[in-house]
């Protein structure tokens, strides 16, 4: 999954629906959960369900954040998807503790929703410790670091330093079960200062993209995770050098292996993604 932003847009704003698919995001997220007063839950999941039911076109992904399947609420969202037969291209599923709650989510998504792939958030300290095996998950498409509820589930200050350990735990879980690593979003909606060097942080870690909860902050995070001029052109110089060889070679005067050779394919298609 290539995904370097990820637009949350609240289920009970359909009017905003439009304005996230055209703020340049690769993937719009319509929220059923945070975002949504117990009251409004209803209202929401049947904005979010007739949003699902037209065509997305050539727009950004569709993602869905469902409440805990843990929840009545959750299994109501889950029943909505089942029942009007309409899916998200992902399920972003909150608060998972164990990779068998994204197990039963499959199982009664098949047929109904087949296709659709999970982000599961890891925003507990439970969920950071079966970190491994909710990564390796039937559909997982990546994995989602919750910044704020983990910090106060370890109770830790939300900060770079106390959730150091966390982020690079998530990363270490993502690449080991080869999907993507998603950071937690800048939750300052006024200020975009900092933004930018958290996102270069970030990505040094490991992390293929990050939440937004605004539209001011999406050209930050995909600048931030768009490969430079020079780390196209030195990907350019080492597919070719690995296409035309055979094994191990050297490009730039450093060994390229496999996994090098992998890390600039994946930043071509980054740049491709970016154009």
Request: hydrophobic share 55%.
């Amino acid at each position: 999954m290539i995904a370097r932003s990820l637009l949350f847009v609240p289920a009970t704003r359909p009017d905003r629906f439009a304005g996230a698919a055209a703020s340049g995001a690769d993937v719009v997220i319509v929220d059923l959960e945070d975002a949504v007063p117990p009251a409004g839950k209803d209202a929401a999941r049947g904005h979010a369900v007739a949003w699902l039911a037209t065509p997305g076109g050539d727009g950004p992904t569709r993602a869905l954040r469902i409440n805990s399947p843990r929840t009545a609420e959750g299994l109501r969202d889950v029943v909505a998807l089942v029942d009007r037969r309409v899916a998200p291209d992902l399920l972003v599923v909150p608060k998972v503790d164990h990779a068998a709650e994204l197990a039963l989510l499959a199982g009664v998504l098949d047929g109904a929703a087949a296709d659709v792939r999970f982000l599961p958030l890891v925003e507990t300290a439970r969920g950071l410790g079966a970190a491994d095996a909710i990564a390796a998950a039937p559909r997982v498409a990546g994995l989602v670091l919750g910044g704020a509820d983990l910090a106060a589930d370890l109770g830790c200050a939300f900060a770079w330093e106390p959730l150091l350990f966390a982020r690079a735990r998530l990363v270490q879980a993502a690449a080991t079960a080869g999907v993507a690593a998603i950071d937690f979003p800048w939750l300052d909606v006024a200020a975009t200062a900092g933004l930018a060097d958290e996102v270069a942080a970030v990505r040094r870690l490991g992390f293929a993209g990050k939440l937004a909860i605004h539209p001011k902050h999406v050209a930050a995070i995909n600048a931030g995770f768009a490969p430079t001029a020079d780390e196209v052109a030195r990907a350019e110089r080492i597919v070719a050098a690995a296409a035309a060889g055979d094994g191990v070679c050297v490009v730039d005067g450093r060994m390229v292996d496999a996994p090098v050779v992998r890390a600039a394919q994946r930043a071509l298609a980054l740049a491709r993604r970016a154009r």
